[in-house]
């Protein structure tokens, strides 16, 4: 089973390694034109990432297979152990992604912005967003055990209960929940290496969001890529290209299930009013930001 890491006052989530998020602040430099797609859990980190994948590589048919194969433990910071980063930059990719769910404080932004680095912090509406937390932590083999179900129930409400309280191990520091990790990244809204992408914004107009998310990227796109790139990162398309992976690797392990409905609003099936209006009050946190929801 595994362990629960501790660093800096904040538990990580299980397969996140506290060396290694520290190992990467201190030791590790990420190269110019690498993109750091950073993220709270669920909110549509593995989609971006697709996308600016396909932004990099949609023309070379070669390295899309190949990055398309540069998995989880490489691809995340704070995953993995520190020794991976002497793999990740012998990759010979002109342009690489990386992904992290860490609060920002945990990054050295600095040495990323001064570097060269382009970050794009996704974020979506907190109720779907932990609608889907909820199902993604069932899939999780680990889920039976009595240990982890203290943690991470299967039981909705309870659910709810541990994760507003801010009883996760999620990168947060205790009693801190969603709210804490977008404030932590806003504190870099305003610089020109950092671009925010809402979910539900790409979903109603992923044409303009992918455009943007080139032009931040600096790369060069037509009209017909972005069109094609709208299609090929579609949730149908995601979901079946995943579906076809986990037929093909023949493992008989079920994989974890990202591509669940890609769906915004699902949340009313699960909140009670209570719930509902007990986020809201969380979420006050950002007035006076420009961070707001739209939760239909
Ligand atoms: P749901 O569980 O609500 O379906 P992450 O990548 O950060 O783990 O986020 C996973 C969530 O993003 C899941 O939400 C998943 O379905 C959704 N998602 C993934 N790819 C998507 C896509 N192409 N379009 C819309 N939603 C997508």
Sequence with gaps: HPEIDEWMGRQFF???????????????SPKKGDVLVASFMKTGTHWVREIVRQLFYQHDKELVDVTKKIGFFFAYLESGLPCKFDVVDDLPFPRRIFGSHMPAELINVEKYVANGVKIIYVYRNPKDQL???FHFMQSMQFQDTQKWQQIFPSNWNKFYDSFTNGEQPIGLEKGQTYVDHILSWYKHYNNDSVLFVKYEDLKKD???MISRIANFAEVDVTKDDVTAIVENTSFKKMKENADKEETAAQSGEKMLTIFRNGKTGGWKDYFTVAQSEKMDRMFQKLDGTDIFFNYE
């Design 14 to 28: 299980p397969g996140f390694r506290a060396k290694t998020a520290e190992f990467c602040f201190e030791n590790w």
């Design 206 to 208: 992923p044409h303009s």
């Design 131 to 133: 609608v889907s937390f």
